[in-house]
Structure formats: structure tokens, C-alpha cells
Nanobody, 127 residues
Framework: QVQLVESGGGLVQAGDSLRLSCAAA????????MGWLRQAPGKEREFVAS????????YYADSVKGRFTISRDNAQNTVYLQMNSLRPEDTAVYYC????????????????????WGQGTQVTVSS
């Protein structure tokens, strides 16, 4: 099990940037694929981005491709989500998640493939 704590959310204007952080602890976090997912009010949780356990592979939802960047620092057990050119439709609670098993060979967009979740951090983008 991996324990996750997100930070960095806030209220910004459209076009601004934010960087979310996810501090991981527990069962060797560097062995797990990591992801960011988000949930807007009244909507289902949706995939945003994921990164492989070694950091060499990334995968993005089409809605954020070219604007968001996921990265990780395994020495610090931290995963980041750099969000640029934010839009009002990016408003949501953002959750950090760890893959269901260590050393998973594929990057998933499916929330069922993530086994540990943080408590979430609110991002609000005003127009």
C-alpha cells in the first residue's frame, strides 16, 4: 500500500498555471505507476495523466495534452502535475493515485487500475 497526500491546489484565473504535488510514502512508491485523475461537481471521475514507475513513459487525456505535464522525482517520492493555460473546465478535485500493483507494464487511464488514492486537492479556474 502506498499513502498519498496532494497539495498545490487553489483558485486561479483562466490562462494561469498551477503545479500540484503528490507526496508518497509506504510500500516503495518508486515501484508504482502513478496518475492524476479529477472529478468535477456532478461528473464522474476522469483520467488526466499517468507516468510509469521509472518515469520514462507518460500518457495524457486528450483534453489536457499540450497543457499539462506529469513528472516524478523518485528520490523525493513525489509526483507532480504542472498545469498551464488553465481553463474553467479544468475546475475539479484532483486526485493522485498509485497503480494497483508494483512494476505494472502498461499505463492505464482506467481508475480501476489504481489501488491507492490521496484525499484530493481542489483546483478552481475562474473565467
Amino acid at each position: 500500500q502506498v499513502q498519498l497526500v496532494e497539495s498545490g491546489g487553489g483558485l486561479v484565473q483562466a490562462g494561469d498555471s498551477l503545479r500540484l504535488s503528490c507526496a508518497a510514502a509506504g510500500d516503495t512508491p518508486s515501484n508504482y505507476n502513478m496518475g492524476w485523475l479529477r472529478q468535477a461537481p456532478g461528473k464522474e471521475r476522469e483520467f488526466v495523466a499517468s507516468i510509469g514507475w521509472s518515469g520514462g513513459r507518460t500518457y495524457y487525456a486528450d483534453s489536457v495534452k499540450g497543457r499539462f505535464t506529469i513528472s516524478r522525482d523518485n528520490a523525493q517520492n513525489t509526483v507532480y502535475l504542472q498545469m498551464n493555460s488553465l481553463r474553467p473546465e479544468d475546475t475539479a478535485v484532483y486526485y493522485c493515485a498509485a497503480g494497483k500493483y508494483p512494476f505494472m507494464s502498461y499505463l492505464s487511464w482506467d481508475s480501476r487500475d489504481f489501488g491507492s488514492w490521496g484525499q484530493g486537492t481542489q483546483v478552481t479556474v475562474s473565467s
